[in-house]
């Protein structure tokens, strides 16, 4: 099992899913997590099972989320993966109650559109949607306007984002709590910039 101790200890689990490596740096994170919470790893999924979704959303998957799928399933990665019977068009959210739903910009009903959601950000509201031409990653914040923001240009970014801040639950000692949310998220501006990682987690 991964312990954090220090800084150096939080692992960044790739550059590009699918390259040499990648699997067993996720397991170990995955296997950790899991660990940590008494709970097993998921079932993973199918091509059949894929393609079946991919039929129902009339688009298809970033190829490095479905390759996640096929390897992990729908694995706790610090975040909720949504099960495919979730995953859908954002602008099919509020259904026939859309005079409810957001006051959307005109910067958002250009992305609209294109949003298919595939993780809820901790059960709040908020989502992260793919683009499903562009396959660009989008985060859907109903507290501010606009209320989608391109965040990643691939799934793997967001991936590896999660699976780097998820290791944060690891520490070795719950004195290290603390530093450990402080070293996972310096690792996270280091990759992606101070300004995405406020705008992600807080």
Request: glycine share 6%.
């Amino acid at each position: 099992m991964i312990n954090i101790e220090k800084k150096s200890d939080i692992t960044i689990p790739f550059t590009q899913i699918g390259e040499c490596g990648w699997e067993t740096r996720v397991r170990a994170i995955l296997l950790s997590v899991a660990e940590n919470w008494e709970c097993s790893l998921p079932e993973v999924k199918t091509e059949r099972e894929i393609g079946s979704l991919e039929q129902r959303l009339g688009t298809a998957l970033p190829l490095n989320l479905k390759l996640f799928y096929q390897t992990f399933g729908i694995a706790d990665i610090g975040e909720q993966l949504q099960s495919f019977d979730e995953m859908g068009w954002l602008k099919d959210t509020w259904g026939a109650m859309a005079e409810y739903g957001p006051d959307f910009s005109e910067q958002d009903l250009a992305a609209l559109p294109f949003m298919v959601t595939f993780s809820d950000y901790l059960g709040n509201g908020n989502m992260f949607c793919f683009h499903s031409e562009t396959k660009e990653i989008y985060y859907f914040d109903h507290d501010s306007k606009p209320y989608l923001t391109k965040m990643f240009h691939c799934i793997d970014d967001y991936l590896k984002g999660c699976l780097v801040f998820c290791q944060s639950q690891l520490f070795a000692d719950i004195s290290l709590e603390r530093d450990a949310e402080r070293w996972a998220e310096e690792m996270l501006n280091e990759l992606y910039g101070e300004d995405v990682v406020r705008k992600w987690y807080y």
